[in-house]
């Protein structure tokens, strides 16, 4: 039996469980995947040499906690000015127009963007490999959570309260089989109206004699069919051994083809028009090439508040960036509003709020 069970770790989930587990409840943080950090999300590729991030790309400070986060990660080495030139791109505007906007530094971390959230999972208890898939109330009003880890079902486990730091769909799939007996419909409603966008992540390597290199980091495009932004992800490294980028889609298209069974030649697709897009013909050509597709990318229609609790005796309250926003500060928030609002339900503990980073470091 543990005081709380965080399900997710992505950056709402770490950084809840630490306030909680840094105010003395006993927390367990399960993920479904095999690394920390969710949609903060780094692949390692030929034994690590290659280090790319396909999820969250950059952080920009906002807030207290956060801005005091990203000053504690760079004094420690982990996060760094990404500097360099970023252009916007968009097709509304005559051919080959570019405007530079202008923006507060963005920050990255040269051995990937995961690092912060193993940085935030610093002491905590976590199960990895393990997806929740289903939650129901025993008699005596605990949580009590069934896990399965690859197709077999493992034994479940129970909580006094439960923290659902995951997309609101995901969480309304857990949720719905309760949702005669436990939950009230305003909750479920507000779950239900909640859509995200999806994203197709190209990932690819050059040859490294690759040339002309471009005079810049990073493009958004607004407003094209395809593309969404492209990245030299390279550049965010120390020694990289070749160029890569990293290209995301825009959500109709990725809406299209997230189901589509070949998904190398929708990448290959999304290459081309990338090189149309930037005159880098090369970028067409790449020596490898991986695709990643985001089901729940971004949230469309997130909401004022930043959680979604069920009142009565057995807390449960759901968080994540779609509570306030759709990026890593407001999923930092959330984890945190969530955390406040589990102490209330449960013991009204002092939790350590901006303090819980000093700890950590
Ligand atoms: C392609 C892309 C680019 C982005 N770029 C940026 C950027 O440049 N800057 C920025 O600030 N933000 C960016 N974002 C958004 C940012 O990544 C998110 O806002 C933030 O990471 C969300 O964190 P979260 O904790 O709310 O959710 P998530 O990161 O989604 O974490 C949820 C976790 O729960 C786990 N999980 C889900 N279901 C279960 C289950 N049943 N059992 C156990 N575990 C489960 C998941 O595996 C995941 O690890 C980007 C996102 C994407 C997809």
Not at 105 to 118: E, H, L
Not at 147 to 166: F, Y
Not at 196 to 205: D, E, L, R
């Amino acid at each position: 039996m543990t005081d709380i069970i965080v399900i997710g770790a992505g950056i709402s989930g770490l950084v809840c469980a630490q306030q909680l587990s840094q105010a003395g409840y006993s927390v367990l943080v399960i993920e479904k995947s095999r690394g920390l950090g969710g949609r903060v999300a780094t692949r390692r590729l030929l034994e690590g040499s290659i280090v790319i991030d396909h999820g969250a790309c950059y952080v920009k400070p906002k807030g207290e906690i956060l801005t005091r986060l990203i000053e504690l990660l760079c004094d420690n080495g982990v996060l760094q000015v990404w500097d360099g030139t970023f252009l916007e791109k968009s097709t509304s505007l005559p051919e080959n127009a570019i405007s530079i906007p202008s923006t507060s530094p963005a920050y990255i971390a040269p051995a990937g963007m995961s690092s912060m959230a193993k940085f935030l999972a610093k002491g905590l208890n976590i199960t990895l490999n393990q997806r929740v898939t289903g939650i129901n109330l025993t008699a005596d009003k605990h949580w009590h959570l069934t896990l399965a880890n690859d197709g077999s079902n493992n034994s479940p486990i129970t909580a006094k309260a439960v923290v659902i730091a995951i997309p609101a769909p995901q969480a309304l799939e857990l949720l719905q089989p309760l949702e005669r007996e436990l939950l009230d419909l305003t909750f479920l409603e507000k779950l239900r109206s909640l859509e995200f966008f999806p994203s197709i992540s190209v990932m690819a390597g050059y040859p490294v004699t690759s040339q002309p290199l471009p005079q810049w980091n990073a493009v958004t495009i607004k407003d094209d069919h395809m593309l969404a932004w492209i990245g030299l992800d390279s550049s965010k490294r120390l020694n990289p051994t070749q160029p890569v980028f990293v290209v995301q889609s825009s959500a109709n298209f990725a809406q299209q083809h997230l189901e589509t069974q070949d998904i190398q030649l929708v990448g290959k697709q999304i290459l081309q028009a990338a090189a149309d897009c930037t005159e880098l013909g090369w970028l067409a050509s790449p020596e490898w090439i991986q695709v990643h597709r985001w089901r729940y990318a971004f949230p469309r229609n997130p909401l004022t508040t930043s959680f979604l609790a069920v009142e009565g005796d057995s807390p449960l309250v759901a968080c994540g960036d779609w509570c306030g926003g759709n990026l890593i500060p407001d999923a930092l928030n959330s984890g945190i509003a969530a955390a406040a609002k589990i102490n209330t339900q449960l013991q009204q503990r002092i939790l350590p709020d901006t303090k819980f980073l000093e700890i950590l470091f």
